[in-house]
């Protein structure tokens, strides 16, 4: 379950050979995925469902509930589904897949999704709120998510299908979208959802409530913080690119530059504000990293691109923004675990249900469809014109590393030549005590594009490789809290964001932060780190009232099909390498550097990798055994470097550091400014004072 494009033109692309003929091939692909099982021509795009215990329709759920589940999953197939069909059924109107006319069948679907007496009628806003028993007036549905996912489909195939319904039938679908169209909605991203309901409606004459429209267009723009970014509920995500950078330009296009062009300037400069550094969040491949909720959207990321081009004046750099869409595209539809069946997983690649929410069902990976609506862009369109150039790799030194800083959001990325990756590190986050899936997905202390996030490792004390790690107290790329009087293991669940300094990001991490508690009642640990070519380099602080506790901190997992594992010594440092390959038989190295009287070991789990069944994670562990006092230092020093490639790191690159110079007289850290000489030549400066004046969420 490979795509191979048939067409390819490494003049016109040569980084990655695809063209817009291989994007059309692609979408034929997933398309002919699909459609090989619909049996007859009035089925509803309803897929093999291989996951049944998260996500909906909700097999425990009471019936009434099931039934509205029942028809989301219809419609949400129907109409994610139909962002990779609508602009090819607009360039071959004529296109068959599987037997099937795409324009007839999607025209024949709509319309019927719209019918009360159709099997599989969807049901307006208020329907659904009767069948639920009114118990909640507020009440939000799934398929007023679907419904935009309609308006922009029938946009896209406007001749093909809307052009061609009779009077009636237009008026029964208009019926339908504004029932959720000025209904209640989700107070963030969804707001944009009714937005473009009521602009498509506006545009096609009929009648809208202009206030609502501006209620959720000011609301909206509220939620900016800068950089191009929005917050979308607490956190920051891909929802930002995928959702108000594509929508709020699609928004601008239909209503707002001729009716509120205040705030369609508003969108318009945003968007443009994301495309100066939205680039730089990808790797040296195009890669998307595995970061935030919904990951089963995939490549969803690169359609902020294709958003930017639907404004008035946009800035998007076209080749450099065709270059990542394909990068990205390929990432997934290039290895033969992203589709089952024909369908796309409920993972990132295959299928991995640590990741998955209960928001999602089979058919909801086709968000990943809204990568495609590139091709609305005609072939003559600068993005499918202009040569593909990879950005800042093609300048970058070989030992380069670009860095990203971005304060509203609470983003730093760093592209690093030495491997090709991009590393991500975040703030402003916080999660209720025990949402271990909400930390995976939002706080790691590093994302990086080629080491998807790792779940907690599951494995037995035989399969602890020479350390004292047990089962529940090990965490990839966090830090887990020991209190060894009690036995209690406490899991970070808020990243307060203190920003940049001298090259050094300043965070801190609470464990078992709540909002009833004093925070000097919290144990917490203030973070310190900084890039070096090949990864993070670590110099953190605790912030402890009670000891003795334990510190353990996790590598990035590692895929294992079968990995070499070294482990080398020097003075006051030891560290732990990898070597192996991922699922697609690709070349990886890794490395974590503990520095001081730390446990440094690994262990092997299963099933909680992203790329492959069987992982490693290596992990260092401090103890520090005195409440008060004593001569413990106060600073954990690691590192984590990767490679591509199974070429061996110099000695430079396994033990950085030459020396540390302290402004405590007994060298632990304590107090004052504290200077890190690296062996290259590097100095970084670490220094926590004044910490708290910064920290914001």
Request: glycine share 8%.
């Amino acid at each position: 379950m490979t795509f191979i494009p048939s067409t390819t033109d490494y003049s016109l692309s040569p980084y990655t050979g695809l063209t817009r003929q291989s994007w059309i091939e692609a979408g034929e692909y997933l398309l002919t995925g699909i459609f090989k099982h619909i049996q007859t021509f009035e089925d509803p795009v309803v897929m093999p469902r291989k996951e049944t215990a998260i996500t909906y329709p909700h097999l425990s759920a009471p019936e009434d509930v099931q039934e509205a589940e029942r028809k989301a999953e219809m419609f949400e197939g129907l109409t994610r589904t139909m962002f990779i069909a609508a602009p090819l059924i607009h360039d071959n109107p004529e296109i068959t897949i599987c037997g099937y006319k795409l324009a007839d069948y999607y025209k024949n679907q709509i319309l019927r999704s719209v019918t009360p007496s159709d099997p599989i009628y969807v049901g307006t806003y208020e329907q659904l709120q009767e069948i639920t028993g009114n118990k909640d007036p507020f009440r939000c549905f799934q398929q007023t998510v679907e419904t935009c996912a309609l308006v922009i489909c029938l946009w896209m195939s406007k001749e093909e299908i809307w052009d061609t319904y009779a009077k009636e039938e237009k008026d029964r679908i208009a019926g339908f979208l504004s029932s959720f169209g000025h209904n209640n909605t989700v107070p963030q991203n969804w707001r944009l959802f009714n937005m473009l309901d009521l602009a498509f409606l506006y545009r096609e004459g009929y009648e809208i409530r202009e206030d609502i429209m501006l209620d959720h267009a000011q609301s909206i723009l509220a939620y900016y913080v800068g950089d191009g970014w929005y917050r979308d509920g607490q956190c920051f995500d891909y929802y930002s690119c995928w959702a108000f950078n594509v929508y709020a330009p699609l928004w601008n296009l239909w209503y707002g530059y001729d009716h509120m062009p205040r705030i369609a300037e508003a969108f318009e400069e945003h968007s443009n504000e994301l495309m100066k550094t939205y680039a730089e969040f990808f790797d040296e491949d195009g890669f998307t990293n595995m970061f935030g909720r919904s990951n089963i959207y995939r490549n969803a990321a690169t359609s902020a691109f294709d958003g930017n081009m639907f404004l008035r004046h946009w800035t998007a750099d076209p080749g450099l923004a065709r270059r990542i869409s394909s990068g990205s595209l390929m990432q997934f539809l290039g290895r033969d675990d992203t589709l089952w069946n024909g369908i796309p997983t409920l993972g990132f690649y295959g299928q991995f249900s640590p990741l998955v929410q209960g928001y999602s069902c089979a058919e909801s990976p086709f968000w990943l469809g809204k990568a495609f609506l590139c091709l609305h862009l005609p072939a003559d369109h600068p993005f499918w014109t202009a040569k593909e150039n990879n950005g800042i790799w093609e300048i970058l030194a070989p030992r380069d590393v670009k860095k990203t800083v971005l304060n509203g959001p609470a983003l730093c990325f760093t592209n690093h030549k030495a491997n090709g990756e991009t590393i991500l590190r975040t703030g402003k986050v916080v999660k209720n005590i025990g949402d271990l899936h909400g930390m995976w997905n939002y706080s790691k202390l590093c994302f990086n594009t080629r080491y998807p996030w790792e779940a907690m490792p599951e494995f037995s004390a035989t399969e602890n490789a020479g350390g004292s790690i047990q089962k529940g107290e090990l965490e990839s790329q966090q830090y887990l809290l020991k209190d060894v009087t009690t036995g209690a293991v406490s899991h970070g669940n808020a990243t307060f964001w203190a920003g940049e300094r001298d090259n050094v990001l300043y965070r801190r991490q609470f464990f078992d932060y709540r909002l009833d508690t004093e925070t000097h009642w919290i144990q917490a640990v203030n973070l310190a780190d900084t890039y070096v070519p090949c990864g993070i380099l670590r110099f953190d602080k605790h912030r402890l009232h009670r000891r003795p506790v334990e510190f353990t901190l996790g590598s990035y997992g590692f895929p294992d099909n079968g990995t070499e594992v070294t482990i080398k010594e020097t003075e006051g440092a030891k560290a732990i390498i990898f070597k192996g390959t991922s699922h697609t038989g690709e070349c990886k190295q890794l490395a974590m550097t503990v520095y001081g009287d730390v446990e440094l070991g690994y262990v092997k789990s299963k099933d909680t990798n992203p790329d492959s069944e069987h992982s490693l994670i290596a992990y260092a562990k401090w103890t520090f055994k005195e409440q008060y006092g004593g001569h413990e230092p106060y600073l954990m020093i690691s590192q984590t470097i990767t490679r591509e490639s199974h070429e061996d790191f110099t000695e430079d690159e396994l033990f950085p550091i030459l020396r540390m110079e302290y402004t405590d007289p007994e060298k632990t850290g304590a107090f004052g400014p504290i200077k890190s000489v690296l062996k290259d030549g590097t100095t970084r400066i670490i220094d926590f004072d004044q910490i708290e004046a910064r920290l914001s969420l």
